[in-house]
């Protein structure tokens, strides 16, 4: 406790917190929630080497051709967390085009990833699930009145609403993934390959960094609550 000029203890009152102090301590949050995803993502990217994979990886591309499909593979040895900033640097796929790009630190495909792009493939574009997985893109809007509020009670509704606009995409990968792991053990058992049951759950690699967006918002809250940052309506 600090001490006056007479020796007597004074409580020192904590610095009010504004929108300024909310947006620097959200960069800490901001930080440590990007980091969580590089963290969760580089794994993803691994070059995939066993033997086994190419020949499954070969029956998912003709798959692919069945369905209409192209598939190209992309190295980003170079700039492995380059994807982070730009989604056309990583793997995805194209409806319009109907196309999947399969990027990876090397020039091996992981057949996981590819059973997951193929799974996005057999959505229907015109679902509720596949229209409404949208909305995911728009769940870290919810950052700013994080920010502009130093109301608790608003900014918890706020990350709330921030977390359930995420959950529809998690839904829209979670399906793609379940459709990409039977494609996957089609594609295993037609090339003469047996996956074990990890292996076999490849096509949800991804799935951690979509529940990480779907947290996200509301960790982004209680961080910023945690650092003082708010306060209850009856005392502003």
């Given amino acids: ?108 495909m992981n057949p996981g990833i590819l059973s997951h792009e193929l799974g996005h493939a057999k959505q229907n574009p015109k679902s509720l699930l596949t229209k409404g997985s949208a909305l995911g893109k728009y769940a870290q809007l919810s950052y700013l009145p994080l920010i502009l509020t130093g109301d608790e009670d608003t900014a918890k509704l706020v990350a709330g609403a921030g977390s359930a606009m995420a959950v529809p995409q998690f839904m829209h990968e979670m399906d793609a993934s379940v459709k990409g792991r039977k494609l996957l053990l089609d594609a295993a058992k037609k090339s003469g390959n047996k996956l074990g049951f990890m292996r076999s759950l490849g096509s949800f690699k991804g799935l951690p960094t979509y529940a990480l967006a779907v947290a996200a918002p509301y960790m982004m809250y209680k961080y910023l609550k945690s650092q003082d940052q708010y306060k209850k309506s009856k005392e502003n």
């Fill in 1 to 108: 406790m600090a001490k006056d000029q007479f020796g007597f203890g004074v409580e020192q009152d904590k610095t009010e917190s504004n929108i300024l102090t909310r947006w620097l301590h959200s960069q800490v949050a901001g930080l440590g929630i990007f980091g969580g995803h590089a963290a969760l993502a580089y794994p993803i990217f691994s070059d995939v080497r066993r033997p086994e994979y190419s020949a499954i990886v070969k029956e998912l591309e003709r798959t692919a051709g069945r369905m209409g499909v192209s598939v190209s593979s992309l190295d980003i040895s170079k700039n492995p967390f380059e994807n982070l900033l730009n989604p056309f640097k990583g793997s995805y796929y194209d409806r319009v085009n109907k196309k999947i790009q399969v990027a990876q630190r090397g020039k091996n």
